[in-house]
Nanobody, 126 residues
Framework: QVQLVESGGGLVQAGGSLRLSCAASGRTFSSYAMGWFRQAPGKEREFVAAISWSGGSTYYADSVKGRFTISRDNAKNTVYLQMNSLKPEDTAVYYC???????????????????WGQGTQVTVSS
């Protein structure tokens, strides 16, 4: 069983920055593909960013490319999402997810992930 706990959300003005963290339990964090998703009120959950086991591969949604950066520290069992140049449309609950697969690849579809955190609210004011 893997437990994921997100932190770092909050209220920020447009143009500001936040860094989300997701701490994972388990001894094999370094073999989990990790991802960030978000869900705004009244909308479906959407993919934001993903990173492979090693951190060597990353992938971003077009809407955040160039503004958000996903990274991981396998020694700390933590994945991060650095969010810069935030926009009001980035307002959502942000979730991290873990996929316990066998390949060192990025995973971009939600249904492939095995574990999910409880989410952290990000609100961007205009």
């Amino acid at each position: 069983q893997v437990q994921l706990v997100e932190s770092g959300g909050g209220l920020v003005q447009a143009g500001g920055s936040l860094r989300l963290s997701c701490a994972a339990s388990g001894r094999t964090f370094s073999s989990y593909a990790m991802g960030w998703f978000r869900q705004a009120p009244g909308k479906e959950r959407e993919f934001v960013a993903a990173i492979s086991w090693s951190g060597g591969s990353t992938y971003y949604a077009d809407s955040v490319k160039g503004r958000f950066t996903i990274s991981r520290d396998n020694a700390k069992n933590t994945v991060y999402l650095q969010m810069n140049s935030l926009k009001p449309e980035d307002t959502a609950v942000y979730y991290c997810a873990a996929e316990t697969g066998v390949w060192d690849i990025v995973v971009v579809t939600g249904y492939e992930y095995d574990y999910w955190g409880q989410g952290t609210q990000v609100t961007v004011s205009s």
